[in-house]
């Protein structure tokens, strides 16, 4: 409630606001010996909320459907089976809240915390009864953004900061993704 409250006055004294929707694609991978190394390609889509409050400083909020794609490492012994799924695909809403700098009009940087709530585990992730993946991660991003009148082209990068394996093992699952994608303010 308090954030909420405190979002509609800053909203109110704010010198420019916007409303628009985006999309693009994820290039992720999960650190763990279980998982291959490299990228693996899948989607964002949501909204957004820009607030400036000076010339230079503002907030941006979203909300993000956000597919997370990695595929299970096959050649090493594994403690945890995936019940010979190779695809391993977990969604999540994700909720950034970005501070925002204006190198100029055409150029603004990013940096900020990142919330996801998991929405949907893989159906093959179970190891004795109990999930792999934790219901939710904590992570940080940065990116830059052209800002084209209403058309938006960005690029970021984000570092998960949680562990999100949910298995009582000791080892940790951070995943690491790169984030490309076009918006378009709407309002």
């Known amino acids: 409630m308090f954030l909420l409250s405190a979002a509609v ?3 109110a004294t704010a010198q420019n606001v916007a ?17 291959k190394e490299g990228f693996n390609t899948s989607y964002q889509a949501g909204g957004f909320l820009e607030v400036d409050f000076t010339d230079k400083f503002g907030l941006q909020t979203e909300v993000l459907f956000s597919q997370s794609k990695v595929r ?6 594994q403690v945890i089976h995936f019940n010979h799924a ?7 809403l994700a909720i950034p809240v970005l501070l925002r700098y204006h190198v100029s009009k055409l150029l603004t940087l990013h940096v900020g915390p990142q919330f ?9 992730l179970l190891t004795n009864g109990q999930q792999a993946f ?6 940080l991003l940065g990116g830059v953004q052209l800002n084209l009148s209403s058309f938006r082209i960005y690029g970021r990068y984000n570092i ?8 009582g093992n000791s080892q940790k699952w951070k995943y690491q993704q790169i984030q490309l994608g076009i918006g378009f303010k709407v309002l």
């Open 72 to 77: 299970q490492d096959t050649s090493l012994s």
């Open 134 to 139: 934790k219901n939710g991660d904590f992570s």
């Open 9 to 11: 006055v800053s909203a």
């Open 116 to 124: 996801g709530i998991l929405i949907n585990k893989n159906d093959n």
């Open 160 to 167: 998960g900061l949680s562990n999100i394996s949910d298995v």
């Open 19 to 35: 409303i628009g929707i985006k999309g693009g694609a994820n290039l992720t991978k999960i650190d763990g010996m279980k998982f």
């Open 86 to 92: 190779n695809d391993i695909k977990l969604d999540y």
